[in-house]
């Protein structure tokens, strides 16, 4: 069993910044993605960033140069640093993971529980 534990959302003014974090109960083996998805109320879910094996990396139009994808393999952690925030930035935010865990030859796709960021005008 894995869980992906997610921590750092919570309410900004626009313009402010959080930092989202995102961390797996298992060691990581090798990554094959991991991401940050988002779902505002009334809308369908959309990948914000992504990063791929070997580091490619990849952001929704609407926040390139706002936000930053990273991770920390020591920690099985991804972060997403969120600046510049607007409201239209409000969702529940989402980490999705496509790895292979210590141990194991399976591939899992998982994703974590959610987060709520809120962003006020």
């Known amino acids: 069993q894995v869980q992906l534990v997610e921590s750092g959302g919570g309410l900004v003014q626009a313009g402010g910044s959080l930092k989202l974090a995102c961390t797996a109960s298992r060691s990581i083996f090798s990554i094959n993605a991991m991401g940050w998805y988002r779902q505002a109320p009334g809308k369908q879910r959309e990948m914000v960033a992504t990063?791929?094996?070997?580091?490619?990396?990849n952001y929704a139009d609407s926040v390139r140069g706002r936000f930053t994808i990273s991770r920390d393999n020591a920690k099985n952690t991804v972060y997403l640093q969120m600046n510049g925030l607007k409201p239209e930035d409000t969702a529940v935010y989402y980490c999705r993971t496509d790895v292979y865990y210590s141990g194991s030859t399976d591939r899992r796709i998982d994703w974590g529980q959610g987060t709520q960021v809120t962003v006020s005008s």
């Open positions: 990063m791929a094996s070997g580091s490619t990396i």
